[in-house]
């Protein structure tokens, strides 16, 4: 295995800034993929940065984006594929001490429009557990993790006409278990 000993220092930088920018997204959707499981996020978003560092010298900086979600996507399924075939035990069994995952920190006026109270917004993280796994994963690429069409294409390996229809569905799906919280403002 080749190592990176002799990295370039500005790639090194570059990686640094990686960390500090994508590991707490990484954290955020492998949490919301994983559910029930969500205290395995940190191992996963720390697992694709690591993923990342062994291959710096392969990957373009412009691909690390994708590159990591596609990543940290492939290390939650393998994830939920073992809880499926695994007996549960003491560690798995979560208590009321578990930490909540804290909502995106930037709001914007989509389906999951500025949310003020508690009870909302376990609606929506509800809303979106709920979803299918394609639509939500889509939903969590594009609206929440911020990845164009063609990255969550990439991360995803569908077609971008995939992307487009399956988020297009996850957004009328969330509007429509919202309806309740969204008030006189009713969407179609």
């Known amino acids: 295995m080749e190592t990176n000993t002799a990295l370039d220092p500005l790639v090194l930088a570059a990686y ?3 960390v500090r920018e994508f590991a707490g997204p990484l954290k955020g959707f492998s949490a919301r993929v994983l559910g029930p499981d969500a205290e395995w996020a940190e191992d996963v978003s720390q697992d694709a940065l690591l993923a990342l560092y062994r291959h710096l010298h392969q990957i373009p900086e412009h691909s690390w984006k994708p590159w990591l979600y ?21 560690r798995d069994i979560r208590d009321d001490d578990s ?28 809303a979106i557990q709920e979803l299918s796994p394609k639509f939500r994963e889509v939903y969590l690429l594009c609206e929440r993790q911020e990845l164009s069409y063609e ?11 995939t992307v487009s229809t399956r988020l ?11 309806q309740p919280y969204l008030g006189d403002h009713p969407h179609r």
């Open 16 to 18: 640094k800034r990686a």
């Open 70 to 90: 596609r990543v940290a996507r492939n290390l939650c399924l393998d994830r939920l594929r073992r809880r499926k075939h695994r007996p549960r035990n003491f």
């Open 99 to 126: 930490p909540e995952i804290a909502p995106p920190t930037s709001w914007t006026q989509r389906p999951d429009i500025r949310l003020q109270d508690k009870e909302t917004q376990e609606a929506l993280e509800k």
């Open 151 to 161: 990255q969550a294409a990439s991360v995803l390996k569908i077609p971008l006409k």
């Open 168 to 178: 297009f569905r996850a957004r009328k799906k969330l509007i429509k278990a919202m």
